[in-house]
């Protein structure tokens, strides 16, 4: 019985250990889709007509850009654009806190200041989400081995402390 429990205990941990890597995976995908839906917008912006918040409201018709179904839901439902576009960004579980402010930082100058003054602050937003990531990555890549192996010691020492 000892064996069974003890073998659930490292198993157990063990996953918790691959979830841990698992979620700063997920976590440096969203910082790369944040960067794409950045980039597109100051590519839209720069070629483009329309309006700042026109552009924006285009985002309803493709699947490409970084808008949660959330933010969707809530500009059909009445919600202005800086309103569903903060509660989804709120809402994002694999975005850390500072991510967050940077991309909600996104409506400080958006449709408020002429086209080249967006440009060069999507330029500085796109390039401190590239900062951000890269330092994500050399994170995970020391750290890869690391998560399993310290969730299988925690496992073990509790399988000690238990017998």
């Not at 069974?4 to 157990?12: E, H, K, N, R």
């Not at 080249?116 to 890269?134: S, Y």
């Amino acid at each position: 019985m000892k064996v069974i429990g003890s073998t659930a205990i490292l198993f157990v941990s063990l996953l918790c250990g691959l979830n841990m890597v698992c979620l700063k995976k997920r976590n440096i995908d969203e910082i790369k889709k944040a960067i794409l839906f950045l980039s597109q917008m100051r590519t839209s912006l720069e070629f483009s007509l329309k309006s700042p918040q026109e552009l924006f409201e285009d985002i309803k018709l493709r699947d490409d850009f970084f808008v949660r179904d959330r933010s969707l839901e809530l500009l059909n439902m009445g919600f202005s654009i800086e309103e569903a576009f903060d509660l989804s960004i709120k809402e994002d579980k694999f975005l850390d806190k500072n991510e967050k402010v940077l991309l909600n930082s996104l409506f400080e100058f958006f449709g408020i200041f002429d086209r080249d003054t967006q440009e060069k602050r999507f330029n500085l937003l796109i390039a401190e989400f590239g900062d951000v990531l890269h330092k994500k990555e050399e994170e995970l890549i020391k750290r890869e081995h690391l998560y399993p192996v310290f969730a299988v010691s925690v496992g073990v020492g509790i399988i000690i402390i238990l017998i």
